[in-house]
């Protein structure tokens, strides 16, 4: 099993480009999530799903979109990117029906410079 | 508004010696919490965790410990080896049904083991 794997894992915009990152999945988990990174900020949530065809707005979701078209895949979009946006930018996944189990598990990485 | 804070960026300990990361949360709804490490150029990797209908769990050299009264909680790590220095994140969660599992995390602790 690949677990969760990001493409691309490094990528330079310049302002106003856009990009789509792409995050599988190969354990069956029905709730995925985007983070990004940033120094002293720790992971905050821009969006996550609950299911294929379900998205919805994390903490910081303004600037990006997301779709599930495919329960094991998840795209972060960025219609225009803004230097703010420079982040590494982290999917995770678990299952849905665990009892008690809140395990995300995590991807690499895709770390995003826009200049 | 942190809904979990960890206080101290950085750690330094000598081999062999206890580490011992600590964490506050805020947010009375979080029952459920979490410790990740995590590597240069890596995802976060799932540590540890504890319910708050306990409060301690010990899995090998880690514990982690929950006071829910101070809304408190810490890892310890014993002995402490060269290889555990990482990115430590503590996160939390809420079992209820519209939480779908979303992690709030902390800043993160750098935790340094030297020979």
């Known amino acids: 099993n690949a677990g969760v794997t990001q493409t691309p894992k490094f990528r330079v915009l310049k302002t106003g480009q856009s990009m789509t990152l792409l995050c599988a999945q190969d354990?069956?988990?029905?709730?995925m999530y985007w983070y990004r990174q940033d120094p002293g900020m720790g992971l905050r949530l821009i969006h996550y799903?609950?299911?294929?065809?379900?998205?919805a707005k994390g903490e910081v979701p303004d600037g990006y979109n997301v779709s599930r078209l495919k329960k094991q895949n998840f795209l972060l979009g960025l219609e225009s990117a803004a230097p703010s946006q420079t982040s590494v930018y982290f999917c995770?996944?678990?299952?849905?029906?665990?009892?008690?189990?809140?395990?995300?598990?995590f991807g690499p990485g895709t770390r995003l410079t826009v200049t | 508004d942190q809904q979990v804070k960890q206080n101290s960026p950085s750690l330094s300990v000598q081999e062999g010696r206890i580490s011992i990361l600590n964490c506050d949360y805020t947010?009375?709804?979080?029952?459920?919490f979490l410790w990740y490490k995590k590597y240069p150029a890596e995802g976060p990797t799932f540590l540890i965790s504890?319910?708050?209908?306990?409060d301690k769990n010990e899995d090998g050299r880690f514990t982690v410990f929950l006071n829910k009264s101070a809304k408190h909680l810490s890892l310890h790590i014993v002995p402490s080896q060269p290889g555990d220095s990482a990115v430590y994140f503590c996160?939390?969660?809420?079992?209820?049904?519209?939480?779908?599992?979303?992690?709030?995390f902390g800043q993160g602790t750098i935790l340094t083991v030297h020979p």
């Open positions: 995770a996944s678990r299952w849905r029906t665990r009892e008690a189990v809140y395990e995300q598990y």
């Open positions: 354990m069956n988990h029905e709730y």
């Open positions: 799903s609950v299911g294929e065809g379900t998205t």
């Open positions: 996160a939390a969660t809420s079992s209820g049904g519209t939480s779908y599992g979303k992690l709030t």
């Open positions: 947010n009375s709804m979080f029952d459920y």
């Open positions: 504890i319910s708050s209908i306990k």
